[in-house]
């Protein structure tokens, strides 16, 4: 699971760093989904 979330987080730093303003408009609200699911993940697993 860990392995996963890093992997995508490695992904977005990837995208985020295009020249593309959509991409990186889009990839800011991955982040943003992905950052408050980790969040469920912690609360669950503490």
Known sequence: MLQWIDSNLKNISL????????????????????????KKLVRYIN
């Open 15 to 38: 995208v985020n760093t295009s020249s593309n303003a959509e991409a990186a408009k889009f990839v800011q609200k991955e982040k943003m989904q992905h950052a408050s699911q980790v």
